[in-house]
C-alpha cells in the first residue's frame, strides 16, 4: 500500500468520525470560557441525537433530500432550548456545575428513550432512510493527490465544523462580545464592575453550548449511528469535553484534539487494513485516546490555564 | 434558628418529593394513572420476599459506589471514575475466583482484597496525576473509564475466555451466594455482599468522623491552603482519598462478580453503577448514613421500575428522569433553602 493510499484511507474516515466532536468541543469551550463547567456535554448531544432521528424519522417524506440538513437545524434549537436547563441551575440556582451536568447527563438519555419507547413501542428507533451521504466537493476532488485524499468521499459535516472552528475563534478572540464572554470567565467581579451582565453572558454561553453539542449528536446520529437508542451516544460528549481540555480551552485547540481523537477512533476502526497496524491487537487502538489524553494532560500540555472563574456560580457582592 | 442539620435533612427530603411529584406529572401527561404507576413501582421493590431480595441486591453495589463518590467528595475532589473502578474490581474478583483454588476463608476475602486492590490502583493513577502534576481527577477518571472497559472486554476475550462472551463462574470457595438467603427470598439473586457493603458504611464514617486521617482528608476538602499551613501534607491526602475511593468501588464490582452474576462479561457499555454512585452521594449529603438509605432508595427505584411496564405500562426510563431531577433539585439546594427560609419567615 503506497503513501498515498494510506492517507486516502485514514483521513476521510478520521474527518468523518471528528465532525460531532469537533461541534460538540465548541459548544464547550463557549461555556467553559464563561465559566460554566459543561460535564453535560454527553446529555446535550443525546438530546441531539435523540431529535435529529425522530425528525429525520417523521418527516423524511414532507423534505426529502433536505431532511437531514433540516433535521440537525432543528436538533439544534432543542438542544439549545433543553440546555437553559443547565443554565438556570448552575447559574440563577448557583448549583454546583459538575453536579447539575451529571444530572442533565441523567435527564436526556432518560427523556430520550422514555420518548423512544413511548412514540415507537420500543426501546430503539428504526434506521433514517435520509442521512447523510459521502459526496465528492466538485472541482477540489479533481486536484491530483490532495482532492482524493481530502474532497473525495467524504461529508460535507466534516467541512461545515472546521469552518465553524474558526467561526468561534473570531468570535471569541476578535469581537467585543467574545471579549466580554471571555472576561466574565476569568473574573465576573471585575466584569461586572464594568457593567457587564454576568448572568446573561453565562446563560448565552450555556445555550451557545446546547446548540453546538445538539448539532454535534444529530450530525453523529445522521451520519455514523443512523438510529436512536440507549447506545447511541456512548460516551462522545465526554471525548468532546476532553478536546475541551486537550485544546486548551481554545477553539482552534478543541478542534485540533478533536481531529486527533477522531484520527484514533478511525485507527480503531480501520486497523485491520494497514500493515502496519494489523498486528496490534485492536484493544491497544480501541485504549490509545484515552491513555493518550492522560498523557497529554500529564505531559505535553503542561499546566492548562482553565479560565480562572471556571465552575464557580458568580454571587454578586461577594469576593 | 433553622441549623445546617435541618436542611440537610429537609433538602434531600424536598427533592425526592419534587422528583417523585414531576414523575406523577409525566406519568398524567402521556396518559398513565400515576397511582397505578407507583403501585407497580413500589409492588416491584417490596411487593414479596423475592423482590425484596433483588432490591437488596440491587442496593449492595450502589451502597459500594455511593460510600466511594461520597468518600472522595469529603476530600473536595470528584470521583467520576467508579465506574470504572467497578470494572476492574470486578475482573479482578472474578479473574481470583477462577483461578484460584483454596478454602473459603482464605480464597473469598482473597478475591474481595483483589477487587479493592484494583480499584485502588485506578483510584490512584488520578489522585497521583492530581496531586503532583494538578491535573484535574475528572477529565482522568474519565478516560480511565474507558481504560477499564476496554481492557477488561479483551482480558475476558482472550485471558480468561477462549475467545468468549463471558468467563466460567467463579469456584465456591469464591462466591458469596447464600443458599439461605436465596431460599428465603423465593431464590432472588440477594448474596452476602450486602453485610460488607453495610461494614464498609460503618468504616467510613468511622475513618472519617473519628480519625486523624479523617480529619486531615476533610480539612483538605474544606480548604487546601489552610491545610497545607497547618502542616498537613495536601498531597499525601488527595492521593490517599482517592485510593480509598477506588478501593470502595472496586468492591462494589466484586459484588457483582462474587454475588450477583458469579462471572464477568463482555460489557457492551457502562454497568452505570459508578454514575448511579454520584446520584446516591449526592442524595445523601456524602455522609455514611446518608448514603445507605440514599443507596436503598435508588436501589428500590431502580428495581421497582422493571415491574412497571409490565403492570402499569409505563416505561422504566421514568425512574432515570425522576433520578435526574432529584439531582437538579440536590444541586440547587441553594434556591431551595431561600424558599425554606422566605416559607418560614412568612409563616411567623
Given at each position: 500500500m503506497g503513501f498515498v493510499e494510506l492517507l486516502q484511507s485514514i483521513i476521510p474516515p478520521a474527518l468523518f468520525f471528528s465532525a460531532p466532536l469537533i461541534f460538540t468541543a465548541l459548544g464547550g469551550v463557549f461555556s467553559e470560557r464563561s465559566g460554566v463547567v459543561n460535564i453535560g456535554l454527553e446529555g446535550l448531544m443525546v438530546m441531539g441525537a435523540f431529535v435529529g432521528i425522530v425528525f429525520n424519522l417523521t418527516f423524511a417524506d414532507v423534505f426529502g433530500v433536505w431532511t437531514p440538513w433540516i433535521s440537525i437545524i432543528i436538533a439544534t434549537i432543542i438542544s439549545a432550548i433543553f440546555s437553559i436547563i443547565h443554565a438556570v441551575a448552575s447559574v440563577s440556582f448557583r448549583a454546583n456545575q459538575v453536579v447539575s451536568g451529571v444530572a442533565i447527563n441523567f435527564l436526556a438519555l432518560g427523556l430520550g428513550v422514555f420518548l423512544t419507547k413511548q412514540w415507537f413501542g420500543k426501546g430503539q428507533t428504526d434506521m433514517v432512510s435520509q442521512p447523510f451521504y459521502t459526496t465528492d466537493i466538485p472541482i477540489l476532488a479533481n486536484i491530483p493527490i490532495i482532492g482524493p485524499i481530502l474532497f473525495q468521499n467524504i461529508y460535507v459535516s466534516s467541512y461545515l465544523a472546521i469552518i465553524l472552528a474558526f467561526v468561534a475563534w473570531f468570535i471569541l478572540y476578535k469581537t467585543p462580545f467574545g471579549l466580554r464572554l471571555r472576561a466574565v470567565g476569568e473574573h465576573p467581579m471585575a466584569a461586572d464592575t464594568n457593567g457587564i451582565n454576568v448572568s446573561k453572558m453565562r446563560y448565552i454561553a450555556v445555550i451557545v453550548s446546547g446548540a453546538m453539542g445538539g448539532l454535534g449528536g444529530s450530525v453523529f446520529a445522521l451520519t455514523i449511528a443512523l438510529n436512536f437508542s440507549?447506545?447511541?451516544?456512548?460516551g462522545q460528549g465526554f471525548m468532546a469535553l476532553a478536546a475541551v481540555i486537550f485544546g486548551k480551552w481554545h477553539p482552534l485547540g478543541a478542534m485540533g484534539a478533536a481531529l486527533f481523537f477522531g484520527f484514533a477512533q478511525s485507527l480503531s476502526v480501520i486497523g485491520g487494513g494497514i500493515p502496519l497496524l494489523a498486528?496490534?491487537?485492536?484493544v491497544f487502538l480501541l485504549i490509545a485516546p484515552y491513555v493518550l489524553t492522560i498523557l497529554a494532560l500529564a505531559g505535553f500540555i503542561g499546566r492548562a490555564e482553565a479560565?480562572?472563574?471556571?465552575?464557580e456560580p458568580y454571587i454578586k457582592g461577594s469576593r | 434558628m433553622t441549623s445546617n442539620k435541618m436542611f440537610n435533612i429537609l433538602v434531600p427530603l424536598i427533592s425526592v418529593f419534587i422528583g417523585l411529584f414531576a414523575g406523577a406529572i409525566i406519568m398524567l401527561i402521556f396518559g398513565y394513572n400515576p397511582i397505578d404507576g407507583y403501585v407497580a413501582l413500589w409492588q416491584g421493590a417490596f411487593g414479596d420476599l423475592y423482590f425484596i431480595g433483588e432490591t437488596v441486591r440491587q442496593v449492595t453495589p450502589l451502597l459500594l459506589t455511593g460510600l466511594a463518590v461520597a468518600f472522595a467528595f469529603r476530600a473536595?475532589?470528584?470521583?467520576?471514575?467508579a465506574e470504572g473502578q467497578v470494572i476492574v474490581g470486578w475482573l479482578a474478583a472474578v479473574w481470583i475466583g477462577i483461578s484460584m483454588d483454596a478454602p473459603i476463608y482464605i480464597h473469598l476475602p482473597i478475591a474481595i482484597i483483589a477487587a479493592a486492590l484494583a480499584g485502588a490502583l485506578w483510584g490512584f493513577i488520578p489522585g497521583l496525576l492530581k496531586a503532583s502534576l494538578g491535573v484535574h481527577e475528572v477529565i482522568v477518571t474519565i478516560m480511565l473509564n474507558y481504560v477499564a472497559l476496554y481492557s477488561s472486554n479483551a482480558i475476558v476475550r482472550?485471558?480468561?475466555?477462549?475467545?468468549?462472551?463471558k468467563t466460567e463462574n467463579v469456584a465456591a470457595s469464591a462466591s458469596l451466594a447464600s443458599e439461605w438467603l436465596q431460599g428465603l427470598t423465593y431464590f432472588s439473586r440477594i448474596h452476602y455482599g450486602i453485610l460488607i457493603a453495610l461494614l464498609i458504611a460503618i468504616l467510613m464514617w468511622f475513618i472519617i468522623e473519628r480519625t486523624t486521617i479523617g480529619y486531615e482528608l476533610k480539612s483538605v476538602g474544606f480548604n487546601q491552603h489552610a491545610s497545607k499551613y497547618a502542616g498537613m501534607s495536601v498531597k499525601r491526602n488527595i492521593i490517599l482519598a482517592m485510593v480509598i475511593s477506588g478501593a470502595f468501588a472496586g468492591l462494589a464490582g466484586s459484588m457483582e462478580g462474587?454475588?450477583?452474576?458469579?462471572h464477568i462479561t463482555v460489557q457492551n457499555g457502562f454497568t452505570n453503577l459508578g454514575f448511579d454512585g454520584i446520584a446516591v452521594a449526592l442524595l445523601g449529603a456524602n455522609t455514611a448514613i446518608g448514603v445507605v438509605l440514599a443507596a436503598f432508595l435508588f436501589g428500590a427505584l431502580k428495581v421497582g421500575a422493571l415491574n412497571m411496564p409490565t403492570e402499569a405500562g409505563v416505561p422504566t426510563e421514568l425512574v432515570d428522569i425522576i433520578i435526574a431531577l432529584i439531582i437538579f433539585s440536590i444541586a440547587s439546594s441553594y434556591i431551595i433553602r431561600l424558599l425554606i427560609l422566605r416559607f418560614k419567615k412568612e409563616g411567623k
Open positions: 440507549h447506545a447511541t451516544i456512548v498486528d496490534v491487537p485492536q479560565p480562572r472563574a471556571n465552575g | 473536595g475532589l470528584f470521583n467520576i471514575g482472550s485471558v480468561l475466555s477462549d475467545n468468549e462472551d462474587l454475588g450477583t452474576f458469579q
